[in-house]
């Protein structure tokens, strides 16, 4: 059974920085590439960044590129979201997420529907 477990969230003041991690095991991790989404109150859930099954390539929302930055180690089969320069609307739960099928292409997922496992989340708040 596929497992992811977020880690790192936290509070934070405006323009300081949290490094999320995803711990994942169940199956051969750098089989598939994997996606960081988040949801505000009262906000569909939306993708933030993805990430190619090696690493190279990557995908962000208008709203955070430049910010942040993903990354894996499929070494120590985690991935991981580097947070720059925070602001209070970055505000959310943060969900890791892995497709089903180690054939779907990091550019094709694009919405929750497209993955099949997911964290718990991790929550991060940012103050104003």
């Known amino acids: 059974q596929v497992q992811l477990v977020e880690s790192g969230g936290g509070l934070v003041q405006a323009g300081g920085s949290l490094r999320l991690s995803c711990a994942a095991s169940?199956?051969?991790?750098?089989?598939?590439?994997m996606g960081w989404f988040r949801q505000a109150p009262g906000k569909e859930r939306e993708l933030i960044a993805a990430v190619s099954r090696g690493g190279v390539r990557t995908y962000y929302a208008d709203s955070v590129k430049g910010r942040f930055t993903i990354s894996r180690d499929n070494a120590k089969n985690t991935m991981y979201l580097q947070m720059n320069s925070l602001k209070p609307e970055d505000t959310a739960v943060y969900y890791c997420a892995a497709p089903q099928f180690a054939s779907s292409a990091y550019i094709t997922l694009r919405f929750p529907r497209d993955y099949a496992y997911w964290g718990q989340g991790t929550q991060v708040t940012v103050s104003s």
């Open positions: 169940g199956r051969t991790f750098s089989s598939y590439a």
